[in-house]
């Protein structure tokens, strides 16, 4: 069964960091653009980054400059780092692979918290 389990999640005071790490149990080289999405209480779930399996990133305006989600093929794995925490990035982070070539396929992680609060 294809599996993406987030971690590192957690409670952090605005300014604060984290690195949130997401592990695929398939191959996501050549294969899948990796992002990270989040969902705030009472709002849509939204794109906050992604990377090609090209390795070309990208962010929406408001975490430019203070995210930065990188991807290790070898490992599988897709990473957020997240500087300068404010509070309007609290909320449920998911991890994200979307199939660029084959057969349509989107995957979905289960989502860890993230919670910026002094």
């Known amino acids: 069964q294809v599996q993406l389990v987030e971690s590192g999640g957690g409670l952090v005071r605005p300014g604060g960091s984290l690195r949130l790490s997401c592990a695929a149990s398939?191959?996501?080289?050549?294969?899948?653009?990796m992002g990270w999405y989040r969902q705030a209480p009472g709002k849509r779930r939204e794109m906050v980054a992604s990377i090609t399996s090209g390795h070309w990133p990208s962010y929406i305006t408001s975490v430019k400059g203070r995210f930065t989600i990188s991807r290790d093929d070898a490992k599988n794995t897709v990473d957020l780092q997240m500087n300068n925490l404010k509070s309007e990035d609290t909320g449920l982070y998911y991890c994200?692979?979307?199939?660029?070539?084959?057969?349509?396929?989107?995957?979905w992680g289960q989502g860890t918290q993230v919670t910026v609060s002094s």
């Open positions: 994200n692979a979307d199939r660029e070539v084959g057969p349509q396929e989107n995957l």
């Open positions: 398939m191959s996501i080289s050549s294969v899948y653009t």
